[in-house]
């Protein structure tokens, strides 16, 4: 044996699969085969590595974080093949089934850049200002620059300590404060003109459930409501469209103004009836004034579910 070629020696029919593979994909081939051991291969075809039988059909799971959001349906794909760990938000509850206890914080602030800096602050670390400045960009946002009536005072002391972090000599943003960053992170996502209708309406949107019905709410902020004239006819094909390719009941699209603090809100055709009874007047060109509303999730949706919650 010694003296035969390798070929002759090995078992050259040993199942291969791909490392950039899914085992989903294999799992039936893997079921087929009585065999214990399968190559693991790369691209080019070469050996990296074993994987055995009972391995495969018990992998481990990928820990995951839910962060602002615990609805499954605004989450990754294929959730349940994952191992939750954690879920840290503060919106309304949504969340998924979990096999054990897990650590779960959902908390009434106006963002979940203020959680995640508590924390932070709480393990006595700090951040980067890379990172301390992206969280503080995502709290300007979601508050409306500590404006929007979802803003607490821990809204504000987190955003003082990320300034702390965000601002520092040497730093990308030094100079910086927290109006001005503020201004300048509301400007870079307002407009509807730099944006294709298609990216307005599914850029920031977030799909609900209730009393049978599926939906999704959209929001995008602009400076001027003014530019919505224009845009109004494309952003209206455009959310019909993406209500048709989701197989929603409905969708809605707010249109917020964030110097004068009111919304416009555009809602897809053929809507239930009941939202005839949205305390927003109707406007001439179709839209519906809501006249100080520029919280989605403090403002809009409560009036939204508790209509729909009277079919």
Not at 242 to 263: E, H, P
Request: aromatic share 4%.
């Amino acid at each position: 044996m010694m003296s035969a070629p390798c070929k002759d020696a090995a078992n050259t029919k040993v199942p291969k699969f791909p490392a950039n593979g899914h085992i989903r994909d294999s799992l039936n081939n893997i079921l087929r085969d009585e065999v214990d051991d399968y190559w693991v291969i790369d691209e080019n075809g070469l050996y990296l590595g074993i994987a055995r039988q009972r391995e495969i059909l018990n992998p481990p799971r990928i820990k995951i974080i839910l962060v602002d959001h615990n609805e499954p349906r605004q989450s990754i794909a294929a959730l349940e093949e994952a191992e939750l760990i954690e879920i840290l938000d503060h919106h309304r509850l949504g969340n998924p089934y979990t096999h054990q206890p897990i650590r779960f914080t959902v908390d009434v602030v106006g963002s979940t850049s203020t959680l995640v800096s508590e924390l932070t602050a709480e393990a006595g670390l700090s951040m980067p200002p890379n990172l301390a400045g992206t969280l503080l960009a995502g709290l300007l946002s979601d508050t409306l620059i500590l404006t929007s009536p979802t803003t607490t005072q821990r809204d504000k002391d987190a955003a003082e300590r990320l300034g702390r972090w965000t601002f520092v000599g040497g730093g990308p943003l030094k100079g910086e404060t927290i109006e001005s960053y503020g201004r300048a992170v509301i400007s870079a996502g307002a407009g509807l003109s730099n944006r294709k209708p298609e990216e307005v309406v599914s850029t920031d949107i977030k799909p609900f459930e209730s009393n049978g019905f599926k939906f999704a709410v959209a929001q995008a902020e602009v400076t001027d409501i003014l530019q919505l004239t224009k845009h109004l006819q494309p952003l209206t094909q455009a959310l019909d469209a993406l209500k048709d390719k989701r197989g929603l009941d409905f969708a809605m699209l707010l249109i917020t103004d964030v110097v004068r603090g009111s919304s416009r809100l555009i809602v897809s055709s053929k809507a239930p009836p009941v939202l005839n009874d949205l305390p927003y007047p109707p406007l001439p060109d179709g839209t519906l004034d809501a006249p100080g509303v520029v919280s989605r999730k403090k403002q809009l949706l409560p009036v939204v579910l508790g209509l729909l919650e009277l079919i």
